[in-house]
């Protein structure tokens, strides 16, 4: 059950969340804007290969002023493999209180875009090259969490307000880095 979608203008309230790195993360950051990303389970193959595609391009997305911030509703130890490894934090919600609050969703749409299908070979192809590489490590595997999850995406500013929101209608409907470095230069 979800709260209900949120929109933009929304108020997110600040919370310290704690990363799977033992870290803590304030959401929204205090200063420039916050990257909300709600991936799926943690050996995702779609998800891994988007989440590369935000680490090689980490640093524009610092000297933008954005703070990156990752859910998936996996266990915190599930998430030890490539997600350690990500120069942004990741936040284990096992029991989706995070996806529950933002409205996020699941369902067999997840699974039903050719898009999604290709990019999930693609992931897997990925992790096969890779295969000794630690920022590949647990991609195509499952810990028993739902395949059905569906992405989602959220700007906030640093006084909460809710800038730009995007709900993933598959698998690999998801914000890319081009994307999000468009909609943060946008006025809002």
């Not at 799977?20 to 050996?43: D, K, N, Y």
């Not at 998430?79 to 934090?89: D, R």
């Not at 810990?143 to 995007?166: E, M, Q, Y």
Request: net charge positive; aromatic share 8%; glycine share 10%.
């Amino acid at each position: 059950m979800t709260a209900g979608r949120l929109s933009t203008g929304a108020i997110i309230p600040a919370r310290e969340l704690q990363t799977v790195t033992g870290r803590s993360v304030s959401v929204p950051a205090p200063q420039g804007r916050t990257h909300l990303q709600f991936r799926r389970f943690a050996g995702c193959p779609i998800c891994s290969l988007h989440l590369h595609s935000f680490a090689e391009r980490h640093a524009e997305l610092t000297d933008a002023g954005i703070t990156e911030v990752v859910f998936f509703h996996s266990p915190p130890d599930a998430l030890h493999g490539y997600q350690t490894v990500l120069p942004f934090a990741v936040v284990a919600d096992p029991d989706k209180v995070h996806y529950r609050r933002f409205g996020v969703e699941r369902g067999w749409r997840a699974l039903a875009s050719p898009r999604a299908w290709t990019a999930a070979v693609r992931g897997y192809r990925a992790a096969l090259r890779h295969r000794r590489d630690p920022a590949y490590a647990g991609v195509g595997s499952t810990d028993g969490t739902t395949h059905l999850g569906l992405p989602a995406d959220f700007l906030i500013n640093p006084d909460g307000r809710l800038v730009a929101v995007h709900y993933g209608r598959h698998a690999d409907d998801q914000w890319s880095v081009d994307q999000l470095l468009s909609i943060d230069r946008s006025p809002g």
